[in-house]
């Protein structure tokens, strides 16, 4: 495996995310796929953040174990993260600001002065400026071209033009220049490798298979780490016809989404755990009524408001079960941008088709990390019929009329002599309330009974309908991970590691959560031979799942829940532990 | 700018079109309710205006008058308690073509729907609110609502409500709304017309209705509103004033003005949401309209 991470760390308020995007993208431009790590805090301040830029062959689809290079905008930065560096790597930092002796470094780490400040102070008074000469340096050492970072340079301040980016331009090659003369890159650094890549986070790619798929409004509240989606739609709303509502709560937020989607409009609302909870109520309506809605759930680490700024799969429990009494309903969970973005284009065919709640499970891992991606893994030709299907004054038409897959035909407001009333009451084939002075007399005990009935089939629709979990790796092999979600990324690539120990694993991953249809589960259970569950939660709610759906019981569990994502190395250690020693 | 003209007119209603009448499910209100008016006037005021079935939806939460959906011929949503707004400015936006009309109660909508009633009217969404206040909860049996005058007695209060009681037409004008007007069901001739005043003006529109409970509230009965109201309109008010609307939002006690408070002309949300000036969204091209391009700040 080749590859280079370099990390980039100092206070809330330094630019450490945006030296960190540029570092990424001069690696996407040069052809390399990567992982992209923000690592913040809840400050706006102050604190301690980074980011980790990490390109590697094989493809990485984790932030990995240690780094490469190491840009230091403090000596706190110096302390937490000179410990996780390879040999043959080195800490750049401006000595006029705090001093790195090399003997305080770990064995074979290389300290760079770089005077940043100095170079700065020739363009400008503004000390900010000083990152350029630090991202100069380190791109340098990195082995990306001076032209490449420039254009990625000039790219990053859009149309603004004049002094700021020349200033920029100017500052980042003297830092360039600096480090050829008193750094030396690790042989690891980076060679072009072909055409770029696509740079994106799952929020983005989440926000991009809305549009694609036909979505014109999306209301929204904000709330880490959910927020950027609404951020991008709304960049992006004139260019794409997408309304963007930020609405006064996560309670309006889902209301406005699925009274639009009544409407005749394709509609989403994003969330995290938080705003979930109060779209709870709202879930069932949208079941009750059959309205479609595609519901974002980017969880955080909880319980209540938790870490706001980190990572967990701590939600599950609540997708599964939001809502008083039952209805139909699917959980798509990607575990890459790609996927995010194929999981909403189908989040809203599913949620249009079968006219119930479809959630879109992703967490801040996937949500506000960066990834590679390649052009053609993005598919925008994406067919959205149309919702007008009904012809107008049909006779007999019945809203809610039984039909064999439980799918009734939907008529929009607009369209004449089909009117009915969407209820949250229990209701019959028309629509007409059953839940008042109906309610209890036997022939509408009975047709309540067949209306539940007609809802839930749409369940053995939507099992067939959503993707099936998929095995990864030798068909054979003495233990199988379990994941679901972004901790999918870390597992691969612990898979990588362990590969080259010679210790062949295989991956059962879950692409939908839920509903999974237990004969496709079972086979695919039957094929394994140990089972490790990788999940990032406390008490291992997919195992639960697994055990409530299938009856299957994973052998190991490997549980997190500091806030943190899984690292390779942690499940690289389980996985010889289950296979050397048996495990737990 | 949005489409003005995508909104049916009464002109375009045209003869073939059927409008708004009374729906085949006949209302499971208590005998005397103060809603039979409020029904009534709002068939009155879309029959007036010709509105084709169609073309209306009528958007409700949960509460006795929240049912009021189902009595008409229109499309409908009856949602869930405190809701109604929220679905309402969401079908707004999906088709402002149609013309939406809010209804609940008091509960429903200065209760748990409050924080929805202030944005909504804040946004100046182009709709019409229509609550039914009778100053109690009656579906659940008769206990305090926010409109509930100080020290009366229910279920929830046996030693009296010690809470001020919300102001719905203060609270409109504070919030921005562009109509403010006030009816009593036990008046549905005045009642259709403030219905039919709130649904051709564009902006949000308030009608707060005295609809008596009769089951519950033995206060604010028929009778108590009959010795009492007096309109604004045989009062000389002037409803572009807003200073006055205020003075008169205030009366409270032995005179009780209904009528129209306020009515001030402004852009609505609709206008100046610019993604809307194609038209309205459910009859927008699916699909990206800039193609591939959207990929290029990725690389």
């Known amino acids: 495996m080749t590859e280079l991470a370099v990390r980039v760390g100092g206070q809330a308020g330094d630019g450490i995310a945006s030296i960190g995007e540029s570092l990424a993208r001069s690696f996407s431009r040069l052809g390399w796929h990567l992982f992209g790590l923000n690592a913040y805090q809840s400050v706006i301040r102050g604190g301690h953040v980074w980011f980790q830029a990490r390109a590697a062959d094989p493809r990485p689809y984790s932030q990995g174990d240690g780094a490469d290079l190491l840009y230091a905008l403090d000596k706190a930065t110096v302390e937490i993260h000179a410990p996780s560096l390879r040999r043959g790597g080195s800490v750049v930092f401006d000595p006029e600001k705090f001093a790195v002796a090399e003997s305080d470094l770990p064995a074979g780490i290389r300290a760079v002065p770089i005077p940043t400040l100095e170079i700065a102070r020739k363009y400008t008074s503004q000390s900010i400026l000083q990152n350029a000469g630090g991202i100069g340096a380190l791109a340098y050492l990195a082995g990306i071209p001076l032209d490449t970072l420039h254009q990625v340079l000039a790219d990053s301040f859009g149309k603004k033009k004049g002094e700021i980016v020349d200033w920029n331009l100017g500052a980042s090659a003297d830092g360039y220049r600096a480090a050829e003369k008193v750094g030396t890159p690790p042989a690891t650094a980076l060679r072009p490798r072909g055409s770029p890549k696509l740079l994106m986070n799952g929020n983005q790619a989440i926000a991009l298979g809305a549009a694609a798929a036909g979505c014109k409004f999306l209301a929204q509240y904000p709330m880490t780490p959910a927020s950027s989606i609404m951020h991008w739609m709304a960049a992006h709303s004139q260019s794409l016809g997408v309304v963007v509502k930020q609405a006064e709560d996560e309670l309006a937020a889902i209301h406005m989404a699925i009274g639009a989607s009544f409407a005749g409009v394709r509609s989403m609302t994003a969330t995290s755990g938080g705003g979930f909870s109060l779209m709870v109520e709202a879930l069932g309506m949208a079941g009750m009524t059959e309205t479609p809605v595609v519901v974002v759930e980017s969880q955080r680490a909880g319980p209540s408001t938790g870490l706001p700024t980190k990572t967990e799969q701590g939600d599950l429990n609540l997708m599964l079960g939001a809502g008083q009494g039952e209805f139909p309903r699917a959980i798509l969970a990607p575990s890459h941008p790609a996927d995010a973005y194929r999981a909403t284009v189908q989040a809203f065919d599913l949620a249009e088709r079968y006219q119930t709640p479809v959630l879109v499970a992703s967490d801040l891992h996937l949500s506000e990390n960066f990834f590679t991606v390649d052009r053609d893994e993005i598919d925008l030709h994406v067919d959205v019929p149309s919702l007008f299907v009904v012809p107008p004054n049909s006779p007999d038409y019945h809203r809610y009329q039984y039909t064999p897959d439980g799918v009734s035909p939907r008529a929009i407001p607009g369209q004449a002599g089909l009117q009915f009333v969407a209820g949250s009451d229990e209701h019959d084939e028309h629509g007409h309330l059953i839940s008042d002075v109906k309610a209890g007399v036997p022939v509408w005990v009975t047709e309540r009974q067949k209306m539940m009935d007609k809802r839930m089939r749409k369940l053995d629709g939507l099992m067939r309908s959503v993707p099936p979990p998929v095995l990864e790796g030798p068909a054979s092999a003495p233990l199988t991970f379990v994941a679901w979600g972004s901790t999918i990324g870390a597992v691969r690539d612990a898979m990588v590691v362990l590969a080259a120990q010679g210790r062949p694993t295989n991956l059962l991953r879950f692409p939908a959560v839920y509903p999974i249809d237990p004969t496709a589960a079972r086979t695919a259970f039957s094929a394994t031979r140990r089972t490790l569950l990788v999940e990032a939660n406390y008490s291992g709610q997919f195992g639960r799942l697994l055990r409530a759906e299938l009856g299957v019981e994973v052998s190991d569990r490997l549980l997190k829940y500091d806030g943190e994502p899984f690292f390779p190395h942690e499940i690289v250690a389980k996985a010889l532990d289950v296979m050397q020693h048996g495990g737990q | ?299």
């Open chain 2, 1 to 299: 700018m949005a489409d003005s003209s995508a909104r049916p007119l009464p002109s375009d209603a045209g003869p073939s079109l059927p409008i708004v009448g009374k729906s085949d499910t006949k209302p499971t209100w208590c005998p005397g309710c103060g809603d039979f008016g409020v029904v009534a006037a709002i068939e009155m005021a879309v029959k007036r205006l010709k509105l084709p079935s169609q073309n209306v939806v009528i958007v409700s939460g949960i509460g006795c008058s929240s049912n009021l959906p189902h009595f008409l011929s229109s499309y409908g949503f009856h949602g869930i308690h405190g809701r109604s707004l929220p679905v309402a400015e969401g079908i707004r936006w999906a088709n402002h073509g149609l013309t939406v009309i809010g209804t609940g109660g008091d509960g429903d909508g200065f209760g748990i729907g409050a924080g929805h009633f202030v944005h909504a009217m804040r946004r100046n969404v182009d709709l019409t609110y229509v609550t039914m206040d009778n100053q109690i909860y009656g579906l659940t049996t008769g206990q305090a609502s926010p409109t509930s005058t100080m020290g009366a007695k229910t279920k929830s209060t046996p030693n009296g409500v010690i809470e001020q009681p919300i102001d719905p037409i203060a609270l409109a004008l504070a919030s921005g709304a562009t109509y403010v007007a006030r009816g009593f069901s036990g008046d549905v001739k005045q009642l259709a017309d403030l219905v039919a005043g709130g649904i051709q003006h564009r902006g949000f529109s308030f009608v707060d209705v005295f609809s008596p409970c009769v089951t519950y509230n033995k206060i604010n009965t028929f009778d108590f509103f009959r010795q009492r109201v007096y309109k604004l309109e045989s009062a000389g008010h002037n409803p572009a004033d807003p200073v006055a609307a205020w003075q008169r939002a205030l009366e409270w006690g032995d005179k009780i003005p209904i009528g129209l408070f306020y009515s001030v002309d402004r852009p609505t949300y609709e206008d100046l949401e610019e993604v809307l000036s194609a038209g309205p969204l459910a009859h927008q091209p699916a699909g990206l309209r800039s193609g591939d391009a959207v990929l290029d700040e990725f690389v």
